[in-house]
């Protein structure tokens, strides 16, 4: 729980426009992977939305997130 906390926290403070996996990554101090398969899992569940810009995976935060920030 943690670890989803952190990217959590991380995606809420890049906005409405996301956050590529690599930078949360680099602030949240977890590898691209764990980003990958965690964030997988948050979109799963309704709490991230996502999307491919330019060859890079952004992680947008979902409106039932934005509602408790």
Known sequence: MGIMGDILDVTADGGRGGVIVSAISRKANLSHYAVLDKGEQLVEAGLFDTVNTDGNR???ISDI???FF
Request: hydrophobic share 85%.
């Open 65 to 67: 997130v934005l509602k």
């Open 58 to 60: 952004v992680f947008l």
